[in-house]
């Protein structure tokens, strides 16, 4: 099992940055492709961003609305995965999750969340 545990969410003004990051449990981190899911009030939860268990040396993707400002990376190391947000917006605010993965898209375990607020 995998705990993941989330951090870096705050308040930021628009056009700032936030970098998140996601702490995970256990030894086989790398074998975990590793996402970043986002909530907003009275909405549904979307994709925003993952990435492959080996990190940039496998692949990326990013939501259309993120692709750009967002970076996601990886320090297995340190069992961590980061979100780096830039040029934030207010359509930006939303709890933001991690979530990690044995098999593509399948993710099994999810972090409990980090507020990340943008005012205008």
């Known amino acids: 099992q995998v705990q993941l545990v989330e951090s870096g969410g705050g308040l930021v003004q628009a056009g700032g940055s936030l970098r998140l990051s996601c702490a995970a449990s256990?030894?086989?981190?790398?074998?975990?492709?590793m996402g970043w899911f986002r909530q907003a009030p009275g909405k549904e939860r979307e994709f925003v961003a993952a990435?492959?268990?080996?990190?940039?040396?496998?692949?990326?993707n990013y939501a259309d609305s993120v692709r750009g400002r967002f970076t996601i990376s990886r320090d297995n190391a340190k069992n961590t995965v980061y979100l780096q947000m830039n040029s934030l917006k207010p359509e930006d605010t939303a709890v933001y999750y991690c979530?990690?993965?044995?098999?593509?898209?399948?993710?099994?375990?999810w972090g409990q969340g980090t507020q990340v607020t943008v005012s205008s």
């Open positions: 990435i492959s268990g080996s990190g940039s040396g496998g692949w990326i």
């Open positions: 256990g030894r086989t981190f790398s074998t975990y492709s």
């Open positions: 979530a990690a993965a044995r098999r593509v898209g399948a993710y099994l375990y």
